[in-house]
């Protein structure tokens, strides 16, 4: 029997969920739930409902996997452990400092209602964080290092629109080549996140604005950029339209080791993401992970689960037959 | 409590084991089990005993994992089976045509004994296999790349050593770069085994043994190297111990896919190794994965598991609550 898959949230995350789902045989899309008026949202699934997010009791006996695709900052904290109240569910929430207390809500109320909710899914927490862990696991002596870029930060692309005389903005997070290189040479370089990365502002300027004033208001942006090697190109909005719509991102995990009586042997383990979409690709892990929350439901498994604690099988839609036949 | 390890088969990757064992608190080396004279073999580790293969039946409840480290053709298919009977056992069968067979028998075994055993464990098949597992299960729509090297073959080599007049050889299985590069900008070529690697020997020839005849027997051989892209070297066997005497290896699995309403959106996963010792490497998967065995046969499981089977918080010793605050 396919999943049936409610999406609760219907932005850039939602709508790659959506998608994601046409691209697997064993999902089938079966309402999308909005804050918004149901009327005024069209989907890209035919067969879907949409709803109004007051109405998921109704789709209880529905749907076997809600994903969540709210904003970690204050939707996912309340909605999380709220929904799995009445549904299996998966989130993105992505605030690493705050994870324990997440996973501490949204275990109680799983196990209180016999549900399972997978959090933090994603690439980073997600697939960043199992390759950190598999790495530590296997070379237990030695440093790890994480990359992000090149790629856009929503959160200083914003802080950029913030500055007056600022029409629109992108920024770019660049990992630094030369430290990378002396990642991977073994040199186990001590980095901070601002030796790590280089920032890259495409701006566009209000009519009649000091592109001199706003780019020295820029690079002396405490936190965001004052500490990094910042540039700022000026564009027009035609340009930032035409090169710079899309949404990349990637990043590299690395782990670097010793083995051997004296340590004498090095290694290297790195897993790297090139993304033309950052939202797509997350929702793509959050689908692959909605088979595996109702495969352990089915089980009769409940509680929060994380990347952690999913065994690989429970993510395909292979038998494991099939998966040691042709993968192993 | 630690794991008390058991290590079968005292080669390479016995020893690289026990060097593994010293790098985790929470393992310790209980005996080593070698077909030879135990008197003749001596080991690295203080206090672990050295046994007769004969005698494992007395450390029973004395072993809690038992790794073995014997070779895939003959060794494993028979010992796995066999030592599961009374032991949680680990191992490192690579023969990938088999492993459903393999798979079977250990299976058996391991649910009549109340044991765990988990097979094929190691780089490829181990890390690698994951990677094609969490690649293909993320990005449905896409192809499969895996390369291996650069990094000496032991099969290889030996197919050298085997020509009239050679005295010793190395072969180094070296990944082509401009196909890798094909992949990572996303062309998704077809491409063979043949079309993705190419072969470098090191020979050291026996006194007055004919170089060009030796060159053209290596290029010609069927199966080995007529087909590849195949380079010769003669050296000294003074070179050859001083600059060709590590066991490196290491390779690539990528995953190329598309996602998007209308496939619009590339991605690429890259997972990669460089190892200075192929051995030590798997020894350290094999430890890591010994850990895993010992807990789930504390929660009462049996039966033959492998990589795909196991979630990634069995692998290391610290708690979901540890993993969750410092890797997610």
């Known amino acids: 029997m396919n999943t049936r898959i409610g999406i609760l949230g219907y932005g850039?995350?939602?709508?790659?969920?959506?998608?994601?789902?046409?691209?697997n045989a064993d999902m089938e899309l079966a309402a999308v739930f909005t804050r918004r008026n149901p009327?005024?949202?069209?989907?890209?699934?035919?067969?879907?409902?949409v709803c109004n997010i007051a109405d998921t009791a109704q789709w209880k006996d529905k749907i076997d996997v809600m994903i969540i695709c709210g904003g970690s900052a204050t939707d996912l904290?309340?909605?999380?452990?709220?929904?799995?109240?009445?549904?299996?569910?998966?989130?993105?929430?992505?605030?690493?400092?705050?994870?324990?207390?997440?996973?501490?809500?949204?275990?109680?109320?799983?196990?209180?209602?016999?549900?399972?909710?997978?959090?933090?899914?994603?690439?980073?927490?997600?697939?960043?964080?199992?390759?950190?862990?598999?790495?530590?696991?296997?070379?237990?002596?030695?440093?790890?290092?994480?990359?992000?870029?090149k790629g856009?930060?929503?959160?200083?692309?914003?802080?950029?629109?913030?500055?007056?005389?600022?029409?629109?903005?992108?920024?770019?997070?660049?990992?630094?080549?030369?430290?990378?290189?002396a990642v991977r040479a073994g040199k186990n370089p001590e980095l901070t996140t601002r030796e790590k990365h280089t920032r890259e502002c495409f701006v566009v300027l209000e009519e009649g604005a000091d592109a001199a004033?706003?780019?020295q208001e820029i690079k002396t942006m405490p936190n965001y950029f004052a500490d990094y090697d910042t540039s700022v190109h000026f564009i027009s909005e035609e340009e930032l339209q035409k090169n710079h719509s899309g949404i990349p991102h990637g990043g590299f995990v690395l782990r670097s080791g010793v083995t051997g009586f004296d340590r004498e042997n090095r290694h290297l383990i790195e897993y790297s993401l090139k993304l033309d979409s950052n939202p797509e690709f997350t929702a793509s892990v959050l689908v692959a992970y909605a088979r595996a929350a109702h495969r352990l439901f089915n089980e009769g498994v409940s509680g929060?689960?994380?990347?952690?604690?999913?065994?690989?099988?429970?993510?395909?839609?292979?038998?494991?037959?099939?998966?040691?036949?042709?993968?192993?």
């Open 12 to 23: 850039n995350l939602g709508r790659g969920v959506e998608c994601a789902i046409r691209q």
């Open 39 to 49: 009327a005024d949202v069209s989907i890209l699934t035919d067969k879907a409902a």
């Open 77 to 149: 904290p309340v909605q999380t452990p709220e929904y799995v109240k009445h549904f299996n569910v998966i989130d993105s929430f992505d605030t690493h400092a705050r994870i324990p207390e997440h996973f501490a809500n949204v275990d109680a109320a799983a196990k209180a209602s016999g549900h399972v909710g997978i959090i933090s899914v994603g690439w980073d927490p997600g697939m960043f964080s199992l390759n950190r862990l598999y790495g530590n696991a296997i070379l237990p002596e030695g440093k790890d290092y994480t990359f992000w870029g």
């Open 152 to 181: 856009v930060s929503q959160g200083h692309s914003d802080a950029l629109r913030r500055i007056d005389g600022v029409k629109n903005a992108k920024q770019y997070t660049i990992p630094v080549e030369g430290a990378l290189e």
């Open 213 to 215: 004033k706003v780019e």
């Open 304 to 328: 929060c689960k994380t990347v952690f604690d999913i065994a690989p099988a429970y993510l395909s839609p292979k038998s494991g037959e099939e998966l040691r036949a042709s993968m192993l």
